[in-house]
T-cell receptor, first 114, second 114 residues
Framework: GENVEQHPSTLSVQEGDSAVIKCTYSDSASNYFPWYKQELGKRPQLIIDIRSNVGEKKDQRIAVTLNKTAKHFSLHITETQPEDSAVYFC?????????????FGQGTTLQVKP | DVKVTQSSRYLVKRTGEKVFLECVQDMDHENMFWYRQDPGLGLRLIYFSYDVKMKEKGDIPEGYSVSREKKERFSLILESASTNQTSMYLCASNSLSAAFYGYTFGSGTRLTVV
């Protein structure tokens, strides 16, 4: 079946450093790629998303890049802060019928050390 | 401001009980989803519904059923709860009519089956 692989599973950085999380997807029909942040005990929240007709999107300290040929996309967080510590999930739309379903990666636990 | 509401944050049920998890959204979304979240496995789709009374199996439907009698409400049913169904359950909704159809998640229900 279709799947999304996410790496690394855990990531520890010093405050102020950059963090990169990478995902690969298998469904060539995927055209929408959101990223979610889940703080401890809270619901996942959408932080940034990108469509397949765009290669990169930025929003302040976060950016997402997409390589459709290689079927991978990445989340970049610059100047990390302790409040960036959370679990991050990537996702990709799947189903060529454009059902609105998303398939999620396994999650990355990011720890930002002060 | 809460747009997707799950009826319970924590539930403890006995093996063999029939369990109902309720989810209500107030955004008039046509799609609603049930996921379970387990450490290291990410979010796995149990069932989704794209319209009232319509449903489709996700990746792990065994032991679960769903009901959608009204557009705003999507119920997950554990027919006979088992200990391997102890997990965090997340409800989500979206609409394909939106330009970017990222999910809005509920706060989750942590179910423990003893």
């Amino acid at each position: 079946g279709e799947n999304v692989e996410q790496h690394p599973s855990t990531l520890s950085v010093q405050e102020g450093d950059s963090a990169v999380i990478k995902c690969t997807y298998s469904d060539s029909a995927s055209n929408y790629f959101p990223w979610y942040k889940q703080e401890l005990g809270k619901r996942p929240q959408l932080i940034i998303d990108i469509r397949s007709n765009v290669g990169e999107k930025k929003d302040q300290r976060i950016a997402v890049t997409l390589n459709k040929t290689a079927k991978h996309f990445s989340l970049h967080i610059t100047e990390t802060q302790p409040e960036d510590s959370a679990v991050y999930f990537c996702a990709a739309s799947y189903g060529s019928s454009n059902t609105g379903k998303l398939i999620f990666g396994q999650g990355t636990t990011l720890q930002v050390k002060p | 401001d809460v747009k997707v509401t799950q009826s319970s944050r924590y539930l403890v049920k006995r093996t063999g009980e029939k369990v109902f998890l309720e989810c209500v959204q107030d955004m008039d979304h046509e799609n609603m989803f049930w996921y379970r979240q387990d450490p290291g496995l990410g979010l796995r789709l149990i069932y989704f519904s794209y319209d009232v009374k319509m449903k489709e199996k996700g990746d792990i439907p065994e032991g679960y059923s769903v009901s959608r009698e009204k557009k705003e409400r999507f119920s997950l049913i554990l027919e006979s709860a088992s200990t391997n169904q102890t997990s965090m359950y997340l409800c989500a909704s979206n609409s394909l009519s939106a330009a970017f159809y990222g999910y809005t998640f509920g706060s989750g229900t942590r179910l423990t089956v003893v």
